[in-house]
């Protein structure tokens, strides 16, 4: 089976650059992952079981971006109970996501690597191959990993739509079903 490839998906310091996979949409299945942990030991989707997954996907801890996406998404986790497991997934090797998500004090983030296989990239439709590093998106998911919103962000450069999500996983946490709209 041969990967889509969506041209001139996203830009990267004003070039445009293909995006390898799919664009998930709200009412999709999310696609199963196999990723490392930052104690090198792998992390699946099944993992994180029935609760509602915010899944903050950025191109690299060590930028600027990165740093303001992860860190908003780390604050903002802080008003949603337990039952929410929040994700940043990037090419980074797990030993770099350590070591940044000690220097920046982060508690509540699972950091997920993607570094070997680039697998969650290409099923994800995330993969910026030239690159070889994620196109900043975001992702949440019902409890029964059900994608109740989606965003992939056009220019690397930029961040993502934090409220948007945000309301999604509310939206979540308050109903026992799903929150997208059947097409």
């Not at 299945?29 to 509602?52: E, K, Q, Y």
């Not at 220097?103 to 099923?123: H, Q, T």
């Not at 993969?127 to 989606?150: P, W």
């Not at 220019?155 to 999500?165: F, G, L, R």
Request: with cysteine.
């Amino acid at each position: 089976m041969t990967a889509t490839i969506r041209k001139e998906a996203v830009q990267i310091a004003g070039r445009s650059f293909d995006v390898i996979g799919d664009a998930l949409e709200p009412g999709d299945n999310a696609p199963g992952f196999r990723l490392i942990g930052t104690d090198w030991r792998p992390v699946t989707l099944n993992d994180f079981g029935d609760s509602v997954k915010l899944i903050s996907v950025v191109p690299s801890l060590d930028t600027s971006v990165c740093t303001l996406q992860t860190r908003r998404f780390e604050h903002e986790s802080n008003s949603l109970d337990e039952r929410v497991a929040v994700l940043t997934i990037s090419a980074d090797m797990p030993a770099t996501q350590a070591r940044w998500q000690e220097v920046n004090g982060l508690a509540r983030i699972v950091f997920l690597s993607d570094y070997l296989k680039m697998s969650f990239a290409e099923s994800y439709g995330t993969f910026v191959q030239a690159t070889r590093q994620e196109q900043r998106s975001v992702f949440v998911l019902d409890g029964e990993n059900k994608i109740v919103h989606a965003e992939y962000v056009p220019a690397i450069d930029n961040e993502p739509d934090y409220e948007a999500a945000l309301t999604a996983v509310r939206q979540l946490l308050r109903t026992d079903g799903p929150i997208f709209q059947e097409q």
